[in-house]
């Protein structure tokens, strides 16, 4: 049996209610999106409520990548792609909410006035995807490279865009300071001005720190100024207002470099310089805007006030003065002037002061920045209203008995403009010397047969060394005292002596053998670092001695003597054979040995008996002695035979 289900009210009212409900949308084409019909409906016939942009079709519908004229001053972006255009009339009085983004700030303070289409679309697109911002949006926000080739152009400016936003964006950091230009520096420390002196104070934003600077300083400061992006890049091009005191000719304003702007300002006289700047720049922030009574139209943004930021410094400009000098004559005599060649500088502007000389002495080395503990005034000057500069001051006359080391010191007083200056001690270039100079009292001393020379030293320096050479000269004849030295050099001595506390020394030579003659004596006192060197005269009589000649006395005569006996003569040899007479002679008969004849008177006694004299003389006369004897024998010979020949 088949049974029938009747068709009843309750189904019919079931099928009218899914009837609705599909025409409505609520169903299953709602999960797709809304139709293309739903999106942003173009208003052409309010075609003056768009700016320059690019239209997109999206599958839930289109809307529009540019700008809006919603407010007649100024771009305004939607936020809510997909609602109703932003017409002005939804939002007369509608009051703005602040909201800190500041890449997206900085890209709408810059580019909202462009009349580019890619360029507005490109904002567009900036704004619609900042998630710092709300959004309630009915068709899903792309960038311009995700849509179709009408968004070639918008696609490359929103990637420089976006990028430029990224490195110059606030927040903003200005920078301002002042930094007093500093002198050539100077090899020789020649001053201080005690612990923390010779610096400057610079006070930034109120804030006292002090930062020490050692050097001098010039009438002028160096104006730096640099503007920072939230990056920390430096931001280029934009107008920056300048406000100094203290200075001459100081610029108004200046513009920003991709580098710090630094200008050079002159002060002309002491005090606090001052600068305040300050630039006008994109804004942090955007404004929200949202429609009156209504949710089916549009929220927009558009860019905030620019902002303003600023920044001052100061420098207080006390004058800070060095002074730097050269004594006139580094090796002054006694008598003589000297002066002090001074230079100034790290005085602001045309201010002058007044610099105190002083000329110290010393006996001691003077060592730099060290005051010695003999160290003593011997004179001073005053040189008055001195400027930055070479100046020379009033000429000081060295003292008649002056020995040792001499140099001057500046001192600069302080006050609210100036800060005090104190040279320091013994400095080489203001340093002079006047050395020692000693000479010698002398006396040669002769006892017997030798000689020495005793010497008295005065002028040394007190615990000084010297050299003494002691040279002897001997000479035939009486020397007269000269400067130059002649005669035969005997010997030379080198001495060191020391100066007592006096400055004197005493020391005598070796002594010599004295010569037959006369010998003098040249002391000669070496020069050293503190000792001029002194030679006396030659010839001088105190230093000169003489040893005569000795007499040979006359000897006298010879008393007689008894001479000696004649030696044994000796026999002659025979004389060569006469001619053969006719008959030959005898032999002659041996000569008798002579007889000692008497003397008529007795001898005188015979001398006392004397050493036997030898040598040539006595030889001679022994050979002549026994020569006589033999011719003596001869001739009686020849005599003897003679009468025998007559007989």
């Known amino acids: ?110 580019y909202s006035g462009s009349e580019s289409a890619d360029v507005q679309a490109a904002l567009s697109a900036l704004a619609r995807l900042d998630q710092a911002i709300p959004h309630d949006h009915k068709v899903p926000p792309q960038e311009p490279a995700e849509l179709d080739k009408k968004f070639t152009g918008a696609a490359k400016q929103f990637s420089k865009i976006k990028a430029e936003a990224k490195k110059f964006a606030g927040p903003y950091t200005l920078d301002v300071s002042l930094t007093p230009v500093l002198d050539m520096p100077v090899l020789e420390p020649y001053g201080k001005q005690g612990p923390g002196d ?42 920056i207002t300048l406000d100094t005191t203290g200075t001459e000719n100081t610029p108004k304003s200046l513009t920003s470099e991709a580098k710090p702007v630094v200008t050079t300002l002159q002060l002309d006289a002491p005090g606090v310089v001052t600068a305040n700047a300050s630039a006008s720049l994109a804004p942090e922030t955007v404004l929200l805007y ?13 860019p905030d006030e620019p902002v303003k930021v ?36 790290g005085l602001v502007g045309d201010h002058t002061v007044t610099v105190e000389h002083e000329l110290w002495q010393t006996k001691s080395v003077p060592e730099p920045g060290r005051k010695n503990d003999d160290a003593e005034v011997i004179a001073q000057v005053t040189s008055k209203n001195v400027g930055n500069g070479t100046h020379r001051s009033d000429a000081i006359t060295v003292p ?30 203001e340093t002079g010397f006047a050395p020692w100079t000693p000479s010698a009292e002398t006396e040669a001393v002769l006892e017997l047969n030798s000689v020495h020379d005793e010497v008295t030293v005065s002028g040394l ?14 000479t035939e004849s009486e020397p007269k005292q000269s400067t130059e030295v002649s005669g035969k050099e005997l010997d030379s001595q080198d001495i060191t002596v020391v100066g007592d506390e006096d400055g004197t020394a005493t020391v005598h030579s070796e002594a010599l053998d004295m010569p037959v003659g006369w010998v003098t004596y040249v002391i000669t006192i070496q020069g050293n670092d503190v000792h001029q060197k002194w030679t006396s005269d030659w010839g001088v009589p105190a230093e000169t001695v003489h040893r005569p000649p000795e007499e040979t006395p006359t000897a006298p005569p010879e008393e007689p003597s008894t001479p000696p006996a004649p030696p044994e003569p000796t026999p002659p040899e025979e004389p060569s054979p006469p001619p053969a007479p006719p008959a030959p002679p005898e032999a002659p008969d041996a000569p008798a040995p002579p007889v000692e004849p008497v003397a008529d008177t007795p001898a005188a ?43």
């Open 461 to 474: 320096r007190p615990g000084g060394e010297a050299v003494i050479t002691i040279t002897a000269y001997r």
């Open 290 to 302: 949202e429609p009156h009574k209504t949710t089916r139209v549009q929220r927009v943004i558009t």
């Open 605 to 647: 006694p015979a001398p006392p008996a004397q050493l036997p004299r030898t040598g040539t003389t006595g030889n001679g006369m022994l050979i002549g002695a026994g020569i006589f004897l033999i011719g003596l024998g001869a001739t009686a010979l020849l005599i003897t035979g003679s009468r025998r020949s007559k007989e």
């Open 400 to 429: 008649q008995d002056f020995h040792g080391w001499m140099y001057f010191t500046e001192t600069i007083a302080g006050d609210e403009s100036t800060k005090e200056w104190k040279g320091t001690h013994g400095q080489p270039r």
């Open 1 to 110: 049996m088949n049974t029938r289900r009747r068709f009843t009210l309750r189904s019919a009212l079931l099928l009218l209610v899914l009837a609705l409900a599909s025409l409505i949308g609520f169903g299953p084409a709602m999960a797709q999106g809304p139709p293309a019909s739903l999106g942003e409906v173009p208003m052409l016939k309010a075609s003056e409520a768009y700016g320059p942009g690019i239209w997109h079709h999206a599958p839930q519908g289109k809307t529009w990548y540019g700008a809006y004229r919603t407010f007649t001053d100024t771009q305004a972006y939607c936020i809510d792609a997909g609602k109703q255009s932003p017409l002005p009339k939804y939002f007369k009085g509608s009051k703005s909410q602040k909201i800190t983004s500041a890449q997206t700030a900085w890209a709408l303070h810059e």
């Open 198 to 239: 010779g610096d400057f104070k610079r006070v930034d934003d109120g804030n006292d720190d002090e930062k020490r600077v050692q050097l001098p300083m010039t009438s002028a400061v160096t104006l730096s100024v640099n503007l920072t992006s939230a990056a920390g890049t430096a931001v280029p091009g934009i107008p």
């Open 310 to 345: 600023s920044a001052q410094t100061k420098v207080d400009m006390t004058s800070q003065p060095r002074v730097s000098t050269e004594i006139s004559d580094q090796n002054p005599q006694p008598g003589e002037s000297i002066t002090d060649e001074f230079t100034v500088s």
